[in-house]
């Protein structure tokens, strides 16, 4: 397969007709993967915001004191408040945020960007990345889209592409039932095909001010197996983060 990034896309700004865009500087094919960072799509659906916007309560004000305690470094109650607001559950609040969102992703923050945001403080991620996605599909008469972020991984240093919305395709390629090489079948291999596109499509896109947030996976084949809708692990077969919620940090 192939992968390309669209050139010269503009600033993106609230309202932006993204998909119009993208179709005038690429041509595309009904068969291509379009991979769009989650900065774009949130900038066009107006998901920037000031750290004015999330006056800080009480649990806010505590984790930053928490979080100033732990680091030696001075933390924005306003900021914690944001990722309150854009969280349905916090696993860890020391010595960072990690949370999960109100569509399931589990990230630092809430995904809460405060970099490549001209227009505010904060970048949210957009609200319904699958929602977007199928907009963009729609616009870009295209066959799949992927909503695509960064984040870290447990285990591992560095940060890598992920999936956080997409439609027209199924985020799991399911191995089950086939054999290896000596006959052997498969019980658990379930690929996540939607977060390997994701993260072949930010090494073309970048982590910096490339200005290259929308990636094309051409000729990509899913051959001849099953799907799987699973994507975000449910919290009881979840077992890292069952035991995360019983975690405390000690300094």
Do not use: Y
Not at 39 to 52: C, F, P, W
Not at 143 to 168: E, K, L, N, S, Y
Request: hydrophobic letters at 40%; aromatic letters at 6%.
């Amino acid at each position: 397969m192939e992968l390309f990034a669209v050139p010269d896309l503009p600033e993106i700004r609230p309202d932006d007709d993204l998909a119009a865009l993208i179709r005038q500087r690429v041509d595309l094919r009904p068969d291509d993967v379009v991979c769009v960072a989650s900065t774009v799509v949130s900038k066009a659906e107006g998901r920037s915001a000031d750290l004015a916007d999330f006056p800080a309560g009480p649990r806010a004000r505590e984790i930053a004191a928490t979080l100033e305690q732990a680091t030696g470094e001075t933390k924005d109650p306003r900021f914690a408040q944001a990722v309150l607001e854009e969280s349905v559950e916090i696993l860890i609040e020391s010595p960072f945020l990690l949370t999960e969102t109100r569509f399931g992703h589990v990230g630092v923050n809430a995904g809460i960007d405060r970099s490549n945001v001209p227009d505010g403080d904060l970048l949210l991620l957009p609200k319904r990345p699958a929602e977007s996605a199928a907009r963009l599909r729609s616009g870009l008469a295209v066959d799949r889209v992927i909503v695509t972020d960064t984040c870290g991984r447990p285990f591992r240093h560095g940060q890598r592409g992920v999936a956080i919305g997409w439609d027209g395709l199924a985020p799991g390629r399911d191995w089950r039932g086939e054999t290896d090489r000596d006959g052997r079948e498969l019980g658990v291999a379930v690929e996540n095909v939607a977060d390997e596109l994701a993260a072949a499509a930010n090494l073309i896109a970048g982590e910096g001010d490339g200005g290259t947030p929308v990636v094309v996976v051409r000729d990509f084949e899913w051959g001849d197996h099953d799907e799987s809708d699973a994507h975000f692990r449910e919290i009881e077969t979840d077992f890292v983060r069952q035991a995360i919620r019983d975690w405390s940090f000690d300094a």
